[in-house]
C-alpha cells in the first residue's frame, strides 16, 4: 500500500514554534515516526512537506499518477481558506485523511472551520504527533 502523507506551512518547524500548542519533538522526529509506523502496517510511505499552497497541489496532482493509494494530510493554515487544496483533494478519487495536532475546535475561532474536511474521509484532530499514526492505521483499513 502506497500512502501520500502531507504536511502545509510552518510543520518543518516543528519543535520550534508554539511548543505549548505543537510539542517539542522536531519535524525530523515525527516523520521518523511516520516511516516507523508504516513499516509496521506494511505500508510504503512517502513525507512531503512545502510551505507553499502551489506545491502542495502540484503533489496532490501527481499522486493521480503516481500510484498513491491513500492521502493523509495536515494542510496546516490553508485548511481554514484554500478552496485551491480543497478542489485539488476533490480531483483526486482515493482516501484521504486530514491530521491537526492541536485541537483545532478548543483554538481560535478562525481555526474550528475546515474547507478541506468535507473532501476527506475523516479528520484526526487534537491527538499530537499520534494522530499520525492513528490516520495510518485508519487509511489501512480504507484502503482495504
Known amino acids: 500500500m502506497k500512502v501520500l502523507v502531507m504536511n502545509g506551512p510552518n510543520l518543518n518547524f516543528l519543535g520550534i514554534r508554539e511548543k ?8 525530523e522526529s515525527l516523520c521518523k515516526q511516520i516511516q ?21 497541489i502540484d503533489r496532490i496532482q501527481e499522486a493521480y499518477t503516481d500510484g498513491t493509494q491513500g492521502i ?3 494542510p496546516g493554515a490553508y485548511t481554514h481558506y484554500s478552496y485551491a487544496i480543497r478542489d485539488a483533494l476533490a480531483s483526486i ?16 475561532e478562525f481555526r474550528h472551520q ?7 474521509n475523516g479528520q484526526i ?4 504527533l499520534r494522530g499520525y499514526d492513528f490516520a495510518l492505521e485508519a487509511m489501512q483499513e480504507l484502503v482495504k
Open 20 to 27: 505549548g500548542i505543537y510539542g517539542e519533538e522536531s519535524y
Open 36 to 56: 516507523k509506523k508504516a513499516a509496521s502496517l506494511g505500508m510504503e510511505v512517502t513525507i512531503f512537506q512545502s510551505n507553499s499552497e502551489g506545491g502542495l
Open 72 to 74: 493523509i494530510i495536515n
Open 93 to 108: 478519487q482515493i482516501p484521504k485523511i486530514e491530521v491537526h495536532i492541536s485541537n483545532v475546535h478548543q483554538r481560535e
Open 114 to 120: 475546515s474547507v478541506t474536511a468535507p473532501v476527506c
Open 125 to 128: 484532530v487534537g491527538m499530537g
